[in-house]
């Protein structure tokens, strides 16, 4: 196992803390100017029971990364709350679950390539692309004269997920959203 300095985990890493295996939530520099050291505030969610935890470290404090296997996978289709994925080296069929999605069935959508983490033989989460793209399914009508200022409009995607879109996208255009923060980037 490596170890990484807590100022460089991200939502999503895996880390082993306490004995146990967690997956970062939520990552937060903190700095109190003139009063003490900068921190991160982390929030972690144990991989197998599910179980949730804050931590505060150091920045400077190093912590475990596993290593797990990541396997390239196509997502094909959802059924009731399982995802089918298809291995891109065996092109065997894999089925996943809601609890190892984890919020990210948004951003599959059909022929998504992937990377599915697995430890010990068994899948335990997925690595999302860093933009998907998406087309726009509803919105309010084109403002005439609208630019690309400061002001956003709701939109629904095809899938049904809600973006804020600048005011001149309209329904039917396609857009590059990130997996990251869900924000919309550019038209496609």
């Keep these: 196992m490596s170890k990484v300095l807590a100022i460089e985990l991200r939502p999503g890493a895996l880390i082993r803390h306490k004995g146990q295996l967690w997956r970062v939530a939520k990552s937060e520099h903190v700095h109190v100017g003139g009063r003490g050291g900068a921190y991160m505030q982390v929030e972690l969610k144990e991989v197998r029971e599910g179980t949730k935890l804050n931590e505060r470290l150091r920045t400077d404090e190093k912590v475990e990364r596993p290593f797990v296997d990541g396997r390239r996978m196509q997502f094909l289709y959802r059924e009731a709350d399982r995802f089918v994925f298809m291995d891109q080296e065996s092109f065997e069929q894999s089925e ?18 992937v990377q599915v983490m697995m430890l010990d033989g068994a899948a335990i989460g997925i690595e999302l692309p860093a933009a998907v793209t998406m087309e726009i399914a509803e919105t309010e009508p084109r403002i005439k004269g609208a630019t690309a200022a400061a002001s956003y409009k709701p939109a629904t995607t095809a899938n049904g997920f809600s973006v804020m879109v600048p005011p001149f996208i309209e329904i039917g255009e396609k857009i590059r959203v990130s997996t990251a923060t869900g924000e919309y980037m550019e038209r496609a």
Excluded at 101 to 109: N, R
């Design 96 to 113: 996943l679950g809601t609890d190892i999605i984890e919020g990210a069935e948004h951003f599959l959508l059909p022929e998504t390539e």
